[in-house]
């Protein structure tokens, strides 16, 4: 036995979600999982494990938990509040956590999605391949006050580490690459659609985002409906009221509503980070321009174990160390510390 994760409280919106389900998208399932895989990937940088080990997600607020083994917790994505027993917990990092001791995590100062992750990750079962909920489909549930989550076997070796992470929970800038509809809306609309500050709005979940401006709504030529057919993630749909919606990770398969475009992969997180009223522009780029973007997204996360630092670090293995000022000031053996 390995342990056992124990809820002692548990936000509105917990739930254990993984890379999600590949391949079922033609039976109507789509892939589900994390809304910011990137930070399972920064999880899993901090605890030298596979990226595919399913994690806690935490929508805006966590909860308080309890191990009864010793293990080694990682923590990423929206910044939240967290304390050991009391102790304030550095986000983006590592830290041991001992049987008994309690890890309370609270709201996200920054973001919308959190993410607990422990050592060997956890070893509930696994439905269709993967051990993730997917809501919309009826697959899981959200984790409950007193449930108790079984811990896969690890190695104990990774508390004390930090991750800078990338820059997502601030919105900026999103790279949008033409859909099959784009060209059904007119070039003014695709410009003005670039030019608009959006904001995202309270209307907004794992299956899709609304995005809210001061601008008129959008509209593609020859109305609203198009022949119901395949969507993906990333999706931009422009609904009845003319409001763009970006659709998440638990979206539908099919669709009739006309796309503007779609976000590139390597964005989504920052979407699906951005808190209510966060500000985001889109910007139209070429197929071409997209692949080199994802390429390079993929090799920054291949990057990611190497950029682990040790959270305390000895001054021995700085090899920089003569440029921090170690010094604040100078006094003298000899002078008179009373002296006028």
Known sequence: MTGTLILLEAGPALSLQDMGRQGYLAYGLTRGGAADRLALHEGAALLSQSPTLAAIEMVGLGGRFEVTHDTVIALTGAEMTATLDGASLRWNASHALPAGARLRIGGARQGTYGYLHVAGGFDTPEIMGARSSHLTAGI??????????????????????????????????????????????TADTRDRFARTEFHRDARGNRQGIRMASEAAGFSARGGLSILSEVITEGDIQITGDGAPYVLMCECQTTGGYPRIGTVIPCDLPRVAQAAVGTALRFRFVTLAEARVLEQRARAEIKALPGRVQPLVRDPKDISDLLSYQLVSGAVSATADPYAP
């Open 140 to 185: 899981g549930a959200l984790l409950q006050k007193g449930e108790r989550l079984p811990l896969g076997a690890a190695t104990l070796d990774r508390a004390g580490y930090l991750l800078a992470p990338e820059d997502r929970l601030s919105g900026g800038e999103i790279r949008v690459m033409p859909s099959i509809q784009t060209s059904q809306f």
